[in-house]
């Protein structure tokens, strides 16, 4: 099927997260040959082995037992995309668990210097919240299986999150960023803010796969022929019929409905069609790899460029952000300066770098995750529908 490229957010509150997202595209067998010396993949298994607190925050200590929940937790996950963990990657994953467990910590010791509490009836009323988000009970069920938590992990994530939030809401305090800087970063950034020429378009589409025999696939393409003279005669309520009764995709039950798009948002030969036909037109059949489309377009929207009031209130969103991003950082450093931390793992050091979780490859140059699958000539993705909208999607409803 083709879906719509959509953001679909669910929280997340560990510091490496950026590495599960990587797992989708990690090699599983040849991806450490990306390093100096050859590893097998599977050779890392950093949550077992080791005694004793992993780290020591003033006299606190970091238990294993936190630790090694926190792995299994991310090793689970790579399971489910059935990924192997790189060696190399595997340490990268260690010293950044522990950073997160460090840094959670050192917020947890702030905090109750500041005489700053999280509520139990606070709590409850964000668990309902975050809970909320999925719609039924088993999607969220769903996410603690996929996930490895039960929801008093879910409630420990949140309660540390929102410690973090007002810590830093009583010493940083809040600070909108100026009308001179937010115009200076639209007149800097002004090709960001163009509106890409876009399509609104609806469509029936009719299933080919490669099991199919030619015979049967000939069939398909004479059905969407039937269909594409029919849907030319159809005014906009006739044609959402046709996409009813006959589509085979996922937006049938909205009669085909695509919505506006921009390109890069379908498969080329689908795009290609939608954009070089003019507003009123149906077209058909097109062929693209997952079969016979008839498509009616409705309107269509020239490139232009959006007015500074237009995004003002966006740009001042991503200044703050960025703004707050910065000074957590600052606190965050200058805690550690104040409140003694002990890395007892070996290997481990707070004082490097944050480590990236980008592969390299000789001289240390940046490795694109989609070179490393070709490398290890290893499949990617698979493609995706992007005729449907993320609503499709087996996922929880966002709040946003």
């Known amino acids: 099927m083709i879906k719509l490229k959509k953001p679909f957010q ?3 509150f560990s510091a490496f997260g950026a590495a599960l997202a990587f797992a989708g595209c990690t090699a599983k067998k040849d991806a450490s040959k990306v390093e100096e010396k ?21 006299d606190i200590e970091i238990s294993r037992d936190a630790y090694n929940q926190q792995m299994a937790r991310t090793k689970k996950r790579f399971e489910r995309a059935g990924r192997d963990i790189p060696v190399a990657l595997g340490k990268r994953l260690k010293e950044n668990i522990i950073r997160k467990l460090v840094d959670d910590t050192l917020i947890e010791v702030k905090a109750g210097k500041e005489g700053i509490t999280v509520a139990d ?3 409850d009323t964000k668990f309902a919240e975050h809970k909320k988000r999925f719609g039924k009970d088993e999607n969220f069920q769903k996410y603690l299986e996929r996930t490895g938590q039960g929801v008093e992990d879910v409630k420990k994530d949140l309660k540390s999150n929102m410690l973090r939030e007002n810590l830093f809401a009583k010493i940083m305090g809040a600070g909108d960023p100026s009308d001179e800087d937010t115009k200076a970063y639209y007149e800097k950034n002004v ?8 399509v609104k378009a609806s469509h029936i589409l009719l299933k080919v796969s490669k099991e199919m025999t030619p015979a049967q696939k000939k069939e398909k393409q004479t059905k969407a022929k039937e269909l594409f003279k029919k849907a030319k005669k159809a005014d906009a309520a006739g044609f959402a019929a ?4 006959n589509s085979e995709g996922p937006t049938a039950s909205r009669g085909g409905d695509l919505g506006f798009f921009s390109r890069g948002r ?4 689908f795009e290609d069609a939608a954009f070089k036909a003019k507003k009123g037109a149906t077209l058909g059949p097109i062929e693209t790899q997952f079969g016979f489309h008839v498509i009616r377009v409705f309107d269509k929207k020239a490139e232009r460029q959006r007015s500074f ?7 001042k969103t991503t200044l703050t952000a960025r703004e707050k991003s910065k000074k957590k950082r600052e606190l965050l450093k200058q805690l550690r300066e104040e409140i003694k931390v002990a890395i007892l793992e070996p290997g481990v050091s707070l004082n490097n770098k944050r480590p990236s979780i980008q592969p390299t490859g000789p001289g ?8 490393l699958v070709k490398r290890a000539k290893l499949p990617g993705p698979k493609p995706v529908d992007k005729t449907a909208d993320a609503k499709d999607k087996e996922a929880p409803k966002k709040a946003k």
């Not at 379908?266 to 030969?269: C, D, I, L, P, S």
């Open 10 to 12: 669910v929280l997340v």
């Open 38 to 58: 050859s590893e097998p993949a599977n050779a890392t298994k950093p949550a077992e082995g080791g005694t004793g607190p992993v780290a020591k925050v003033g």
């Open 121 to 123: 009836a606070e709590l």
């Open 191 to 198: 090709d960001r803010y163009k509106q890409r020429e876009q």
């Open 242 to 245: 046709l996409a009813k009764e």
């Open 266 to 269: 379908m498969v080329k030969a």
């Open 309 to 315: 009031d237009e995004v003002k209130d966006s740009i």
């Open 364 to 371: 240390g140059k940046p490795i694109n995750p989609k070179d």
